[in-house]
């Protein structure tokens, strides 16, 4: 039994051992260096990339989106602050944390340009996309972060990279944020902002483990604790609102569900339903039904049935579109229509 053990957990360590593809750490540190250096292609890039991102953003076309995302060189210098704080390298620190400040003033002067110069200021579902962040981003965010330093340490962790780069999304926070300042709207600048902050933090902290579990050289023998410790309340502080948005986001998630259960279980059972619309801040349910004769007490019906589904405070508008019968006279009169228009392609033949 205990030689069995020893087997099953040999083998576990091999299968779940990171350093046993691993680079040599000066190759894995000169590709982060590299990475770090925003100037010349990589700002040129980085500007075309706003530019895509911010027309996807406006046409509400994902492909656009995840292209900016993919051609981006947003991640290196996130990167080398995670990297440069598990090897205590501050050289490298202050130059990750000058380039990530060059790339959000850069980004957001490219995306406010555009969105000046666009005659088109609608605030599309994929741009509002990125304006509320949850606690959901921050998981994508910090486990995208590990993923991307354990491919940065490996030979062929580029394919990895593109994947990071796309599911954090950090080019399209900033995106809004251009907008916010372009149309004078605080809630898309915060919100941007404060999505791109909590991205580039928890990406930075995912990679800072990463380094500790593979035990890369330290640079320096003094410990920065107390940047560390900084990074350490700033991710604290920074999980209190996410949470409260997933909270709201939950709740408004809830609401729905009870809403449509409603409607399919109540309503759809006595009346022909062509269209619902749901106000959740407002907790307004609007209804357009097919009735053969108007019915005076169908709201009234209909408020006292939300009751028992936990809907008390939901406010009702109900439409009613009679449905017309045997109406020979209007049948005929568009069929008279209808030969006419044969007739006058036949003409045209």
Same mark, same amino acid.
């Given at each position: 039994?205990?030689?069995?053990?020893?087997?099953?957990?040999?083998?576990?360590?091999?299968?779940?051992?990171?350093?046993?593809?691993?680079?040599?750490? &000066?190759?894995?540190?000169?590709?982060?260096?590299?990475? =770090?250096?925003?100037?010349?292609?990589?700002?040129?890039?980085?500007?075309?990339?706003?530019?895509?991102?911010?027309?996807?953003?406006?046409?509400?076309?994902?492909?656009?989106?995840?292209?900016?995302?993919?051609?981006?060189?947003?991640?290196?210098?996130?990167?080398?602050?995670?990297?440069?704080?598990?090897?205590? !390298?501050?050289?490298?620190?202050?130059?990750?944390?000058? !380039?990530?400040?060059?790339?959000?003033?850069?980004?957001?002067?490219?995306?406010?340009?555009?969105?000046?110069?666009?005659?088109?200021?609608?605030?599309?579902?994929?741009?509002?996309?990125?304006?509320?962040?949850?606690?959901?981003?921050?998981?994508?965010?910090?486990?995208?972060?590990?993923?991307?330093?354990?491919?940065?340490?490996?030979?062929?962790?580029?394919? =990895?990279?593109?994947?990071?780069?796309?599911?954090?999304?950090?080019?399209?926070?900033?995106?809004?944020?251009?907008?916010?300042?372009?149309?004078?709207?605080?809630?898309?600048?915060?919100?941007?902002?404060?999505?791109?902050?909590? !991205?580039?933090?928890?990406?930075?902290?995912?990679?800072?483990?990463?380094?500790r579990y593979l035990k890369f050289a330290r640079f320096s023998e003094s410990n920065i604790k107390h940047i560390n410790s900084y990074f350490g309340v700033l991710a604290f502080i920074t999980i209190i609102p996410a949470l409260y948005l997933a909270y709201n986001l939950w709740m408004v998630n809830v609401?729905?569900?009870?809403?449509?259960?409603? =409607?399919?279980?109540?309503?759809?059972?006595?009346?022909?339903?062509?269209?619902?619309?749901?106000?959740?801040?407002?907790?307004?349910?609007?209804?357009?039904?097919?009735?053969?004769?108007?019915?005076?007490?169908?709201?009234?019906?209909?408020?006292?049935?939300?009751?028992?589904?936990?809907?008390?405070?939901?406010?009702?508008? =109900?439409? &009613?579109?009679?449905?017309?019968? !045997?109406?020979?006279?209007?049948?005929?009169?568009?069929?008279? &229509?209808?030969?006419?228009?044969?007739?006058?392609?036949?003409?045209?033949?």
């Open positions: 039994m205990t030689s069995n053990l020893a087997v099953i957990k040999r083998y576990l360590k091999t299968v779940l051992n990171l350093k046993t593809d691993q680079e040599a750490e &000066q190759i894995t540190y000169d590709e982060i260096k590299s990475g =770090v250096v925003f100037k010349g292609t990589n700002f040129w890039i980085m500007a075309f990339a706003i530019f895509i991102a911010c027309i996807g953003l406006n046409i509400n076309s994902k492909a656009a989106v995840i292209g900016a995302m993919i051609i981006s060189p947003l991640m290196g210098p996130i990167f080398g602050i995670g990297f440069s704080l598990g090897t205590s !390298n501050t050289t490298l620190l202050k130059l990750s944390l000058r !380039n990530v400040f060059r790339i959000v003033i850069i980004s957001i002067l490219c995306s406010t340009l555009y969105y000046l110069l666009s005659p088109y200021h609608i605030a599309t579902d994929e741009l509002l996309s990125f304006s509320k962040p949850t606690i959901f981003d921050i998981f994508l965010a910090f486990i995208g972060g590990m993923a991307g330093m354990i491919a940065i340490s490996r030979h062929d962790g580029n394919r =990895v990279l593109v994947g990071i780069a796309v599911a954090t999304a950090c080019i399209p926070p900033l995106c809004t944020a251009g907008f916010g300042i372009a149309t004078l709207q605080w809630e898309y600048i915060l919100g941007g902002l404060y999505t791109y902050f909590i !991205n580039a933090l928890f990406i930075c902290l995912g990679c800072y483990m990463i380094t609401y729905n569900d009870k809403i449509k259960y409603f =409607v399919t279980n109540e309503i759809e059972k006595t009346h022909h339903v062509i269209h619902t619309a749901i106000d959740v801040e407002n907790k307004i349910l609007t209804i357009d039904v097919v009735v053969d004769e108007y019915e005076e007490d169908l709201t009234k019906s209909i408020e006292n049935k939300l009751v028992k589904h936990d809907l008390k405070d939901t406010k009702v508008k =109900v439409f &009613q579109t009679i449905k017309a019968i !045997n109406n020979s006279s209007e049948i005929q009169v568009l069929q008279k &229509q209808l030969d006419e228009l044969k007739a006058q392609l036949e003409k045209l033949k």
